[in-house]
Structures are given as structure tokens and as C-alpha cells.
DNA sequence: TACCATTTGTCCGTATGTATG
DNA sequence: CCATACATACGGACAAATGGT
């Protein structure tokens, strides 16, 4: 799995989101499938749960994944 | 009907007790008649049943209705 | 009596939303 | 950025109560 550089110059939360995006570009995370929730994402990369939360808010800017309370948020499809 | 905003600022309970408010207000819930179920309640505006419970919950501390186990949720008559 | 459908009551697990150090 | 806490919300499961068959 991609690793995490908490040193390196980009700002984890970016690192994060440049490889959520290229997860979702590869299909590894598919269209309508959820991807990992901010407590897994909080485990698999080491990180803190807000700075998987920012991570996130960025493909929702990006209008890659929608986000619903209580459930999660999944791969946008495309239209 | 009135919509809920599941985004928004308020919580969406709270909107459904402003709504139900409003309905007994104007007389579209009657006094001595049931509001609607539970499962109506989430069907009706697209909401979890555990929402529903608390905007109902809201009405009956403000003693609008009253709650009878295995028969409904009446709307109080005034005093 | 024995079911059965409906409704409310309760509990659990999971996830996001927000705020504070 | 991290850590914590609490609020809000969803979904499922089962129990208790009610009224009818």
C-alpha cells in the first residue's frame, strides 16, 4: 500500500487524497462501492481521523465521492 | 409536503418537530388522533426511524402528544 | 386459547458532523 | 496535525404492548 510521508513537504491530507484519487482512477475504488471510512483510513495510513477527514473533503470538492451521514461516502459515478 | 434538509444548519429531528408542530397548529393533526407511525414518519420524509423517535420525543416534552406503547402518538387535546 | 399485524421501546454497531485543546 | 469528546444520523435486531382474527 502507498505509504505516507508525515515529513516530506505536501501536507499529509494531500498525500492522502492524490492517492484515494488514483485508488478511485485505478478502479481499485469503483464507482457506487464505498471507500474506507475515516476510522479505516485513521488505521491504514497512520493518521488522525480530521486529517482523513480533510483528505476526503477534498474529493468531495473535487466531485469525485458523495458523502451521506450515517453511512459513508462512495466513488461518484461517472455521468 | 415540507421537505426536510438532510444538510443545512439544523438537525433534521428537529426540522420533522417544527414540521409536526406546525401541522398540529394548524389543525392537520387533530387533537385526540394519531400523528403518523414511527415507520410513516420514515417513509414519508426519508428519514431513519431513530430520527423520527426523537422529533416525536421533542413533541411529547413539550407535551403537544402523548405516546401509548403498541397503539401511537396522539395529539394532546388543549386544556 | 393461540396466533398475527402494527406500533412503540430498547439496544447495538457504525459513520459522519462539530467543537475544543 | 493529533487526540478527545459529544452530537447527529443510519440500519438492524429484538422485546413489549395493543387490538384483532
Redesign the pocket.
Known amino acids: 500500500m502507498e505509504e505516507i510521508d508525515?515529513l516530506g513537504p505536501?501536507?499529509?491530507?494531500?498525500?492522502?487524497a492524490r492517492i484515494l484519487r488514483e485508488r478511485i482512477a485505478s478502479g481499485d475504488l469503483a464507482p457506487n462501492r464505498?471507500?474506507?471510512?475515516?476510522?479505516?483510513l485513521?488505521q491504514q495510513y497512520?493518521?488522525?481521523?480530521?486529517?482523513?477527514?480533510?483528505?476526503?473533503?477534498v474529493l468531495r470538492d473535487e466531485r469525485l465521492v458523495v458523502?451521506?451521514?450515517?453511512?459513508?461516502?462512495y466513488v461518484r459515478p461517472r455521468p
Open positions: 508525515p505536501t501536507p499529509v491530507y494531500r498525500q492522502l464505498p471507500i474506507p471510512s475515516e476510522a479505516q485513521r497512520g493518521i488522525a481521523r480530521g486529517t482523513a477527514r480533510r483528505a476526503v473533503q458523502t451521506v451521514t450515517g453511512r459513508g461516502t
